[in-house]
């Protein structure tokens, strides 16, 4: 069974603070992705990797970097964060291509910034 | 990046009532998948498609791409409480983006 595990599952953080989500995952995937989910609005993709130190921007990666310095992990940083930051943030990983594979997904962390 | 738009954005149902989800894209997609979430979940896979016209069932769930691959939907008969949540397709070429979803309510 593929495991995608994201590091907290509720976080309360002050605007301003430096904020690290960590996602790993333990079946070899190549691809993995970050979303964050509001209601009305879907899944909206912050920013995946391909490969090891590899990343591509998403649809909305203002305010947002990623690193990936391991082939499991995958990590979501907020540098400054705001409260229009609030929200659920979704990892996902899955074989080679995006668009031949189906997307694994974590539980979820929901990010509250105060 | 390419767009996928869903509809409708809410249903709420009785129980044995049949559910459509809608997606379409205005450019032609490669495949497209479908998700579920369930209440307080995250996304879990349900299928692929990547024939035009390609139709796959599953039990009660009738999954269509559409012969010009610009559209697809996702068909319940007869849902049941168990089919609470929210539907989410996904379509792409070379990188997937989804659609707003579709939450599902059932009246028992």
């Known amino acids: 069974d593929v495991k995608v595990t994201q590091s907290s599952r509720y976080l309360v953080k002050r605007t301003g603070e430096k904020v690290f989500l960590e996602c790993v995952q333990d079946?070899?995937?190549?691809?993995m992705f970050w979303y964050r989910q509001d209601p009305g609005l879907g899944l909206r993709l912050i920013y995946f990797?391909?490969?090891?130190?590899?990343?591509e921007k998403g649809d909305i990666p203002e305010g947002y970097s990623v690193s990936r310095e391991k082939k499991e992990r995958f990590s979501l940083i907020l540098e400054s964060a705001s409260t229009n930051q609030t929200s659920m943030y979704l990892c996902a990983s899955s074989l080679l291509l995006a668009s031949s594979y189906e997307q694994y997904f974590g539980p979820g962390t929901r990010l509250t910034v105060t | 990046g390419q767009q996928v738009m869903q509809i409708p954005q809410y249903q709420h149902v009785q129980e044995g009532e049949d559910f459509t989800t809608y997606c379409n894209s205005s450019?032609?997609?490669?495949?497209i998948q479908w998700y579920k979430q369930r209440p307080g979940g995250h996304p879990v896979f349900l299928i692929q498609l990547v024939k035009s016209g390609e139709v796959k069932k599953q039990k009660r769930l009738t999954f269509q791409f559409g012969e010009a691959k610009k559209n697809s939907s996702l068909h319940i008969t007869a849902t049941q409480t168990t089919d609470v949540g929210t539907y989410f397709c996904a379509g792409g070429n070379n990188d997937m983006r989804f659609g707003a979803g579709t939450r599902l309510t059932v009246k028992p």
């Open positions: 990797s391909y490969d090891v130190k590899m990343k």
């Open positions: 079946m070899d995937h190549e691809n």
């Open positions: 450019t032609t997609l490669s495949n």
